[in-house]
C-alpha cells in the first residue's frame, strides 16, 4: 500500500528549512518533493535556489558537490518541460522517426 504523504513532507521540510535555511541539500529535497507531489512553481523556485546556494558554496570552498548541482539543473528541466517554459522542439520529438525512415 502507497501513502502519498507529500503535504506533510513538504510541512517537515519547511520546518527543517527555518532551522537550517543555509543547507542546500535540503533545499534540494524540498525541490524533489514538490515536484513529486506535483507543485511545479514551488518545484522550480527550490530547483532554481539550490543550484544558486550549490553554486556559490563552490565559488567559496573551491570544491562544490557536482553531482547535486546535477540534480538541481535536471530538476530545473524537468520543471520547466513540464510547465512548457522551455518546450522541446519539434524535431527532437521527432528523432526515433528519422533513424526508422
Same mark, same amino acid.
Given at each position: 500500500? /502507497? $501513502?502519498?504523504?507529500?503535504?506533510?513532507? %513538504?510541512? !517537515? #521540510?519547511?520546518?527543517?528549512? #527555518? @532551522?537550517?535555511?543555509?543547507?542546500?541539500?535540503? /533545499?534540494?529535497? $524540498?525541490?524533489?518533493? !514538490?515536484?513529486?507531489?506535483?507543485?511545479?512553481?514551488?518545484?522550480?523556485?527550490?530547483?532554481?535556489?539550490?543550484?544558486?546556494? $550549490? !553554486?556559490?558554496?563552490?565559488?567559496?570552498?573551491?570544491?562544490?558537490? !557536482?553531482?547535486?548541482?546535477?540534480? +538541481?539543473?535536471? +530538476? /530545473?528541466? @524537468?520543471?520547466?518541460? $513540464?510547465?512548457?517554459? *522551455?518546450?522541446?522542439?519539434? *524535431? %527532437?520529438?521527432? @528523432?526515433?522517426?528519422?533513424?526508422?525512415?
Amino acid at each position: 500500500m /502507497v $501513502m502519498k504523504r507529500y503535504p506533510q513532507s %513538504l510541512s !517537515a #521540510l519547511s520546518n527543517t528549512l #527555518l @532551522l537550517n535555511p543555509q543547507n542546500p541539500f535540503y /533545499v534540494l529535497r $524540498m525541490a524533489e518533493t !514538490a515536484y513529486t507531489a506535483q507543485d511545479v512553481p514551488l518545484a522550480l523556485n527550490f530547483f532554481l535556489r539550490a543550484v544558486e546556494m $550549490m !553554486a556559490d558554496a563552490a565559488d567559496e570552498s573551491g570544491n562544490g558537490s !557536482a553531482g547535486a548541482i546535477t540534480r +538541481g539543473w535536471y +530538476g /530545473v528541466k @524537468l520543471v520547466s518541460v $513540464m510547465q512548457n517554459i *522551455f518546450p522541446i522542439p519539434f *524535431f %527532437l520529438l521527432r @528523432l526515433p522517426l528519422l533513424y526508422n525512415e
